[in-house]
């Protein structure tokens, strides 16, 4: 499997547990690999009963299954998720083999992790004769409701999964309850039990060959589920306030995770595009910390709870944002007894004090009531983030995670934090763009493939236009950052998502263009809400609101940050802010990087200009959490000046640059001025390249009507033409300048 960048390979390595149907696993930097050449003997035909079985398996796993099944579990899923998105035409290069290819590995997979990763499986091999099973030996249940999985052999045909429910409070009323296997072959069923009593329960279980009218085999089982006490848990803020916190329960001898009673399901409305039936469990969020030990699942719990635990030992994580120091303690449940935890947060930095708000600019949720209001809500404030935009998403095909509107009057607002809604559309072979603070959707089919017209028109709703995955995956932004760069048409660009990623931005710079610097965590695609955010200065005399927030952006007063926190002053700018000179004198640079000690605290702090880092502090002892600089720096004839950190555990933080403009010359790297314009020019190629292309298939009768965003380009493209030549004569003037300006300093 093809990996964009760092993130992509550690998130193989996670635990994130998604469901069957997406619109892209794009979102995220990962693609499906093409089925290599000779590999046609490895697809095997569909696995009757596969996709409900692993639906089934997922929406029990966080209590049911180990760390490393879980990994398994979870690299099953993305090669079925690849398979129904090449099916779907979301992959244009790859075709129905490819999709064969990757649901033969998920099949694979499934029963490989049926055959040898599981003990627990029920085994009954009836092809033997009557199978040894003692039925007095019962399976353990991690809860009072959990899977137990039967392997019934009745000869050598192919398996067949399947799965079944039951309820041992009804279990008795009509008789024993019937498991249904194949005449020949392998049956792995995976049944539900629900409704638990405690402690141990037997059952006889019928086995009844799939089209016969009486059972052919019986046979028996055992549960014993836990006997459980009480834990108490109630988390304070720093001013002993309750607060809403992620917290992750982990039952030491098994490792498997449990809900807080009170735990928010947020999976219906953010990953019910992706066709995940509502659980009967509440499933938490991956959380993707750098910090491996705390990286994990965690759930969101918005206020005190009483929850229900097996006796014996456990370890809580709590976690609230990057502004609060995490929490890992150990505990004991006692059977029949409470257990009492009152814990208060700590925090080690208050950024709102100092003036600067968090912000995620990429969530994605369904905001269509009160109650979903409601649960989105409690995820942002258990991140501590301020604004959180709400985005429905869009494609060429139609729209998903639906908002009631747009507007201050659809905003929903709770003791300092803020949901706004927005769009990330369109989504395109031009790259993704977001729209913050809308008053309506900016969406319309006839000029989907316009991007200067969606940035208009988002302008003229007082709204932000910005690139989305600038940092990471790309996903065709290099297109829309070439076409709509120029044109001044972008207010903010996403640079961060999990990890940062600079190429793309520095390039922009680079050309002497502004852009400010954004992040965002993409849930439910790229991590959880909060991981990756950016600061916004609204200041500390400065009331905070979503209005001043968005102001701030604007203006460019952001850096973006995992971690770290930054600060840079250039003479008196900030962030965002220009400078305007008309000779050589020495700008005075002040930056500092702060973080937790032992893990976000800065390991080096890096000093930008025009993409060159020209210099960098390291600590000079471990224990440090904060590293400073103070020095003078040449502008030449104009620079883009920001800075840069990282953490001890491998966060990291950039700013916004502080724009130095000396007259008469552009505040660009003029070294790298004609090799970037180059590039921007062969972009523009591939951009006509593709629009050509559709339209000659147009008009020779090959393109297909399903083929929707192809339709689209062939449809628009004489006007993406039409933009193509004005943006190249742009940047045919930008290389005037350049020589101009090598002139001038001759």
Known sequence: MRRKNQIAAAIALGLIVMGSVAPSLH??????????????????????GADAFLDAIIRHSFYQFNASQMALIDDIRKHRQFAQEISQNLHSDLGSKDADYHRSLAQDGLLDLLGHHLPDIVELDFSRGMPAHDVMNPVSLPTLEGIVIFKVITGPDSPVLSVERINLTRSGDGGPFTLHIQKSGTSYILVSFTEVPSDLSRMVIPLQVVGESQPRYWTGISIESPVTGQL????????????????????????????????????????????????????????????????????????????ALPAGDWELYIMRGIEYEPVITNFSIKQGKRTKLDIQLKRWINMPERGWYSGDDHVHARMMSSKDADDIMAFVQAADIKVANILEMGDPMRTYYEQRGFGKAWRVQDDGHVLVPGQEDPRSHWGHAIGMNLTQLARDLDKYMLNDWVADEIHRQGGLYGYTHVGEGGLGVHRDMTMTGPRGKADFGSIMQNIL?????????????????????DVPYGGAVGITRLYAYIG???????????DAVKAGNTFVTNGPMLDLKVNDAMPGDEIVTTDATPLRIRASASGMANMTAPASLSLVKNGVVIKQIRPSNPKETELKLDMDLDPGTGCWIAIMAQGLDGTQAHTTPVYVHRKGFRHWNLDQADQLIGQRLQILEEIEAIVREQMARKANGSLQPLEFSNVLIADQGEEVLQRTKLVRGMYEELKKTARKERDAIR
Do not use: C
């Open 232 to 307: 108490e848990l109630k988390i304070a803020d720093e001013e002993g306030a309750s607060t809403p916190a992620l917290v992750r329960l982990v039952h030491k001898p098994s490792g498997k995770l449990f809900a807080p009673s009170n735990a928010v399901d947020i999976w219906p409305i953010m990953t019910s595009v992706r066709g995940i039936p509502e659980s009967e469990t509440v499933q938490p969020y991956m959380h993707y910390f750098l910090n491996m030990n705390l990286r994990g699942n965690y759930w969101i719990v918005p206020e005190a709870s009483e929850t």
């Open 27 to 48: 979102a995220h930097g990962e693609v499906p690999d093409k089925m290599p050449e000779n590999a046609a003997h490895l697809i095997q035909p569909a696995l009757p």
């Open 540 to 550: 500390e005399e400065t009331p905070f609101s979503a209005d001043a927030w968005f």
């Open 501 to 521: 990623g600079t190429e793309r931005y520095w390039d922009f710079l680079n050309l002497g263009f502004k852009l400010t610097a954004s992040a965002g965590s």
